[in-house]
């Protein structure tokens, strides 16, 4: 009775996944000799019968392949490879130049990854090639990175855009009793009460001025936080 025919792996062709973290890489194998009965198997699984092993994750993979009755069995290893992740090395904001102007400035700086990246301040709802974000309202933004062809985006930090002074200014109001208002300064004729926007400057932080002089004219009017 005759030895059993040999086999030999010759090469193991690999197709890497297209994500960090993704199982959709492939080996196919190529084997020289044997019974004509092959048995493929990695990672000590279930031997079958065809060559190719889909579904992969990254890592390294041992793949054994014998004659059909178990014999002459030859292994080779490989390992396939996630895409590099790129990631974020700084993140830093500007303030708002005041309480009411949507002025914040974030500059992201990357590092790793497959060029162009891709930067995200909204946890990845919206993508941008520029890594400068302008024309921020104070706030919370959630910063990411990913590589330009969408793969493994980072974990999203948290950078902070400060509110500006504010600084009140002087509104000069030319108010004519009982009658509608006629301001000397930029603003809209509301009946005999002037509105006000307060810090920050939201549509919940409106407040009035009223003329209890009793006369009209031209009124000089200071904040007073009451």
């Known amino acids: 009775v005759g030895s059993p025919p040999k086999v030999e792996i010759d090469s193991i062709y690999i197709t890497n996944p297209n994500d960090c973290g993704a199982s959709n890489g492939q080996i196919s194998v190529d084997v020289n000799g044997g019974d004509g009965n092959l048995l493929y198997s990695i990672n000590n699984g279930t031997p079958q019968s065809s060559p ?7 890592g390294n993979t041992i793949t054994v392949v014998s004659n059909g009755t178990g014999t002459c069995p030859d292994t080779m290893s490989v390992t396939l490879t996630d895409p590099p992740a790129p990631f974020i090395d700084s993140a830093d904001p500007t303030s ?3 309480c009411t102007v949507n002025d914040g400035i974030i500059i992201i700086q990357a590092m790793g990854g497959l060029p162009p990246l891709e930067y995200s301040i909204d946890n990845g709802s919206n993508w941008e090639v520029s890594s400068t974000f302008t024309n921020l309202a104070t706030g919370s933004y959630e910063v990411m990175v990913r590589n330009g062809n969408n793969s493994c ?10 509110q500006g002074p504010c600084t009140p200014d002087t509104v000069y109001a030319t108010i004519p009793q009982g009658t509608t ?3 000397c300064a930029d603003s809209m004729d509301v009946g005999n009460v002037m509105m006000i926007t307060l810090c920050p400057g939201t549509a919940a932080d409106l ?5 209890d002089i009793g006369s009209d004219g031209c009124f000089d009017y200071t904040a007073n936080n009451t």
């Not at 190719?52 to 994750?57: C, S």
């Not at 985006?153 to 400060?162: G, R």
Request: a negative charge; hydrophobic letters at 45%.
């Open 153 to 162: 985006p980072s974990m999203a930090i948290i950078v902070n855009v400060d």
């Open 52 to 58: 190719v092993f889909t579904g992969l994750l990254a």
């Open 181 to 183: 208002n006629t301001l």
């Open 207 to 211: 407040g009035t001025i009223t003329n």
């Open 96 to 98: 708002t130049s005041s």
